[in-house]
């Protein structure tokens, strides 16, 4: 399995290659969860999924404004899980 680096070409490239039909929005995606790739979840966790796993510090949005909470967020073993 082919490597891709944490960025929006490597993001794109790896959902092209697993055959996203809209790679750009997983893109897109990758990018709002993970500020581009500065901050990732947990454990090969690219787009901040919630579950069993690591304890983060995140923000989520109230509706209101930002606000800091503490998420499980899941480990993967690749980034391909």
């Known amino acids: 399995m082919k490597?891709?680096?944490?960025t929006w070409e490597g993001i794109e490239g790896?959902?092209?290659?697993?055959g996203a039909k809209?790679?750009?929005v997983v893109a897109a995606q990758?990018?709002?969860e993970s500020g581009y790739g500065?901050?990732?979840?947990?454990?090969?966790n690219l787009f901040g999924i919630n579950g069993?796993?690591?304890l983060k510090t995140t923000?989520?949005?109230?509706?209101k404004c930002p606000v800091a909470v503490t998420?499980?967020?899941k480990n993967f073993n690749t980034p391909y899980d």
């Open 71 to 73: 998420a499980s967020c």
């Open 3 to 6: 490597a891709f680096p944490n």
């Open 22 to 24: 809209f790679p750009e």
């Open 14 to 18: 790896a959902a092209k290659a697993t």
């Open 30 to 32: 990758w990018a709002l």
């Open 59 to 63: 923000w989520e949005d109230s509706g």
């Open 38 to 44: 500065r901050y990732v979840s947990g454990k090969n």
């Open 52 to 54: 069993t796993g690591m």
